[in-house]
């Protein structure tokens, strides 16, 4: 049982709407979208539907929330082709209104970014390739899904994703000095190999042409000297590699823990968790940094996908809702009936699931007595039941039998243990017998009326 820590919701899917097991490594991730407007709880209860032929792993739900329907190791029928989905981890999400280019919830957008880094980096997908190995359904087969919104943001998905895991932007290269810089000589030699007495630790670079570094002190010009001889003491502030632009102050939540990078060098400054104030974020909208990072023009910021809503933090540190699961327990030995009309009930979600008549073996009740339910249920874990009281006392069957399932018929030990005493003709078996006893004895008078013709003749 294998499925994101980030997942909230926990809806497993009906076993006849999935397949147990893959038939393929598992090799990307597939984007699909609700069609509508849906909580994750919601979309998983429409994945446990007997015989709906339709999951998927994951549904992200319009507040973002994150549900799991079929675990990864399982094969979910989402993509509308088998090998597909033998080699993916598909994922459902929500719209925020319908028609038009099918938008997301931002709530919704960056839980989906969340659960693709997630799911990329525990099953070793390696960085994010739009068309690649992160897919969408449009992309497999002939259909809308996931709409244009969604379809116009793979790449920015997997950009975020990316980021997510692989933290740090690439480095600028910059020149090893520059004008302004406190230097230290190393060796005391002039540009042009002239030996040269210090008298001071340290110098500024007044100006630079190529390897040819003149040095001031105090204003007043020392000598020029090979870059190669200088080592740096105090780096005049650099031009910023990061464009910073102003945000409204946003209070932002660390699920776990996160870098705060350097974004000169890529280096990790510290590790950060809990609460995050910003400020300001990078013109690419992929970080965000703090009112002290920005008055002490450090380009110092944390990955802002990598930051959760006070809501959205809120969830994911809640237990897993796990959907109630009904009690039940054995009777023995099981009993058959006969039904006249009633429905088997989906007992998590109170849906019919099928009517019912004609016989019924049971071989667990639930705990408060109310329902029975057939082994075949009782093996499939479906939490399916018949109203104990819908059943009548007649054990022998004269119909013939219906459960619910198709695939059950067995030898069905009986009589159970609550047999009543039977009274001979009393029941609609015994009546059925009678009649054929009936007819049976109107043959043998025919036959022997017949007989008594030909020893007349
Ligand atoms: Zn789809």
Redesign the pocket.
Known sequence: MAHSSLASVYVPADPSNFTYGRTKPIRCITI??MAGVMTAAACGGIFQRVGRNGSSHYGIGVNGEIGVYVEEENTAW??SNWDSNCESITI?TSNSSTGGDWPVSDASYNSLIRLVADIAKRRGLGKLIPGDNLTW?SLIAS?Y??GDYLRARISDIADKANAINYPGPTPTPTSDFMVGDEVRPINLVDYNGTPLVSYHDSYIISSLSGDRAVLTTSGVVWAALNTNNLEMVNPAPRPSSVEWKDVPTTIAYINGETSLINLDDESVVKKLSGEFIYVQESKDGNYVRTSYSREHNQNYGVTKSALLTKEEYDNLNKPVIEVPVIEWKDVEPTTKHIIKTTNLINLETNEVVKELNGNFTYVQVSADGKYARTEYSKNKGLPYGVLLEALDDNLEPSEPSSGDTTEDPKPTPFPGKNTEPQIPGSSNSESSESILKQILEAITAFFTWIQSIFKKG
């Open positions: 699909h979208h989402t993509n459902e359904h259909t899904c996931p």
